[in-house]
């Protein structure tokens, strides 16, 4: 087993990865703040963690892998416009995870939503009151910034230069500007709140994920993970709230993926409204492609997003389906062994999966050479660590199974619904489900 390496942002270098308790990884991902239905960039922390907790499990780990749903937060309240902030919540909460289950990745061991930890966060705010940390004034309560002698070694960022992003709420009640809020008093335009010891509403966003994170983590977790985009204010008041409260820092790793940019390299966001929801992405291009797309690049670089880098991954995923119809079940040839370990090797120096692929894409290239029959045991270990394992189904399926699909595209394609769904009905009848892609179609086995 090659050594597990792994990049800390906060260290700024790629470092021996070894875990709290050997043997077993703790790791708490940011998920989204549910105010709308996600888009392709909230999508590839969605993607690049639950990969990583698969190839930590081949590597002999047992992984408790969380992701928390913000459903408390200033966003949701402004897209409710007036309207109730708890039911969109729930709804988009309930979009979101229809529309992750279409990646078919599995779920986190724990999907923990804000609203459900207030009492948790209420504790950890009073815990910080008490240690002179935090302070309460009118019904508000803030962190106090400069308390904390470790403040911007996360995001490597000059104190005084920071902006917390709270424009001037509450600028007239902090002690100091670059304080910011754990608890806010409730607002007429705000329709969930709680009571607290400072009075009646609801917490800061920050401090949601300090009392999650260490409530089924513990403080001192292994891997702290999220998007870029919140390594400056969130992680690091996460990790400043942790420091002051528990003595110990939040976590021993923090991982950032990279932002998604247009191909002119102009940033991607729901904000510029240049950016797609997920569930149209997958409409247009396929599961399969989505997780070789965010594969194709390296988690914590940026990467390009446009119907070009979609294709590509198409045309790529076609490439895996024809090399795995033409394998032979057993053991692959060893001649191309070291191609096989080259790829675990890549993904052990940081989760570099566009090394790995590169040596999968060999392995193919070698394998469509030999001049025997190859063995597919190789090429299924590392489909599998890459969630793409399911390629191998439509290469098993019988020829029998494989013409009725193929007969039901035509059926489709001529618009006649009523053969498609009778044809439909003989695949499952035979044992196999059948789904649409966007270069054909997919068979997998039904349970």
Request: charged share 30%; glycine share 8%; proline share 5%.
């Amino acid at each position: 087993m090659p050594e597990l390496r792994l990049y800390d942002t906060r260290t700024r270098e790629v470092r021996a990865f070894e875990p709290r308790e050997p043997g077993r990884v703790a790791m708490y991902v940011c998920g989204p703040t549910v105010y709308a239905r996600i888009h392709i960039g909230n999508a590839r922390p969605f993607v690049v963690f639950a990969l990583l907790k698969r190839f930590l499990e081949h590597e002999g780990f047992a992984v408790h892998y969380v992701c928390n749903v913000t459903d408390v937060n200033d966003k949701i309240y402004a897209a409710a416009r007036g309207g109730s902030s708890a039911e969109l919540a729930a709804a988009m909460t309930g979009a979101y995870r229809a529309d992750t289950e279409r990646l078919e990745l599995g779920r986190p061991d724990d999907e923990p939503l804000a609203s459900d930890w207030i009492e948790a966060i209420a504790a950890e705010i009073q815990t910080l009151i008490d240690s002179d940390h935090a302070y309460a004034v009118d019904g508000d309560v803030y962190f106090r910034v400069r308390r904390d002698e470790g403040y911007g070694s996360l995001s490597r960022r000059d104190v005084d230069e920071m902006d917390q992003g709270e424009g001037v709420d509450g600028a007239d009640r902090k002690e100091d500007p670059l304080d910011f809020a754990l608890w806010k008093a409730h607002k007429s335009s705000e329709d969930t709140t709680w009571d607290a010891p400072w009075g009646r509403g609801r917490p800061g966003w920050h401090i949601e994920c300090s009392a999650m994170s260490e409530g089924l983590l513990g403080a001192g977790f292994d891997i702290h993970g999220g998007g870029l985009d919140l390594l400056f204010p969130h992680h690091e008041n996460e990790a400043a709230q942790t420091r002051s409260a528990r003595g110990r820092e939040l976590a021993r790793f923090w991982l950032h993926n990279g932002m998604l940019a247009s191909s002119d390299g102009e940033k991607m966001s729901k904000s510029l409204g240049n950016i797609e929801p997920l569930h149209e992405v997958l409409d247009r291009y396929g599961r399969d492609a989505v997780i070789l797309y965010f594969a194709s690049a390296h988690y914590r670089q940026p990467i390009a997003y446009g119907e070009d880098p979609l294709a590509a991954a198409v045309a790529g995923i076609q490439r895996i389906r024809e090399v795995a119809r033409r394998c032979v079940n057993g053991p692959s040839p060893a001649v191309l062994r070291p191609l096989r370990d080259r790829f675990f090797e890549a993904l052990a120096e940081d989760f570099n999966t566009p090394a790995g692929l590169a040596a999968m894409w060999e392995w193919i290239r070698a394998a469509n050479r030999h001049d025997d029959e190859v063995g597919d045991a190789d090429l299924r270990e590392m489909l599998a660590v890459l969630a793409l394992e399911n390629l191998f189904a439509q290469a098993d399926a019988p020829a029998e199974v494989v013409a009725l699909a193929a007969a039901r595209q035509e059926a489709r394609a001529a618009r006649d619904f009523a053969r498609a769904d009778e044809l439909r009905g003989r695949i499952e009848a035979l044992g196999w489900s059948v789904r649409d892609t966007a270069d054909g179609f997919e068979l997998t086995p039904l349970p």
